[in-house]
């Protein structure tokens, strides 16, 4: 089982600034990740697959890079419905989810 | 526009079989190179993925399961289901049905919040 973890598990930030969120892979996951963000009472929704490709309706604000093991979301000027939990996701090896980071407002 | 809803009894006793249908609308669950999958969201925390199936039948599943799950798809009706059978207070969530297209979740429906209690 590929184990997914995310880092920081909380990031504070204020709207306008750069949020970098990680997700490192106990082992290779190839280009094979995708990024969703969460918010409360609400199903998650699909901001990027493949590592850095963006869904079908997603703001050229949210950008996805990386490949092997080491993975970035980059939301380059949050905006205040940006305030949510976001889960990175891989199925090369069966299918695993990380276990989230919350950006919240500082 | 695929859209997917859930439905299924919110409360189950301890011991008992958990059923969710979902139901796919706006596209056929016969076309593509979808599969159509449950996750769930235990109380407060992360993601985790049940199983998907193809609409031939083939079914992948969670280890983490210990065979307790099972997914079924109906073509005709445009419906998959998942039983989850001896369901305890740690199967106590909510349940997504979600469509994987490629390596990736692109659509979901609202969930389905379960809650097995005695």
């Known amino acids: 089982e590929i184990v997914l973890t995310q880092s920081p598990a909380t990031l504070s930030l204020s709207p306008g600034e750069r949020a970098t969120l990680s997700c490192r892979a106990s082992e290779s996951v190839r280009s094979s990740l995708a990024w969703y963000q969460q918010k409360p009472g609400q199903a998650p929704r699909l901001l990027i697959y493949?590592?850095?490709y963006r869904a079908t309706g997603i703001p050229g604000r949210f950008s996805g890079s990386g490949s092997g093991t080491d993975f970035t979301l980059t939301i380059s000027s949050l905006e205040s419905e940006d305030f949510a939990v976001y889960y990175c996701?891989?199925?090369?090896?069966?299918?695993?989810f990380g276990g989230g980071t919350k950006v919240e407002i500082k | 526009q695929v859209h997917l809803l859930e439905s299924g009894p919110g409360l189950l006793q301890p011991s008992q079989t958990l059923s969710l249908v979902c139901t796919v609308s706006?596209?056929?669950?016969?076309?593509?190179?979808?599969?159509w999958s449950w996750i769930r969201q235990l109380p407060g925390q992360g993601l985790e993925w049940i199983g998907y199936i193809y609409h031939n039948g083939l079914t992948y599943y969670n280890p983490s399961l210990e065979s307790r799950g099972n997914i079924s798809v109906a073509t005709s009706k445009n419906q998959f289901s998942l039983t989850l059978t001896s369901v305890t207070a740690a199967d106590t969530a909510v349940y997504y049905c979600a469509r994987l297209r490629g390596d990736a979740f692109d659509m979901w429906g609202q969930g389905t919040m379960v809650i097995v209690s005695s």
């Open positions: 996701q891989q199925r090369t090896n069966w299918l695993s």
């Open positions: 706006g596209g056929s669950i016969s076309r593509g190179v979808s599969y």
């Open positions: 493949d590592a850095s």
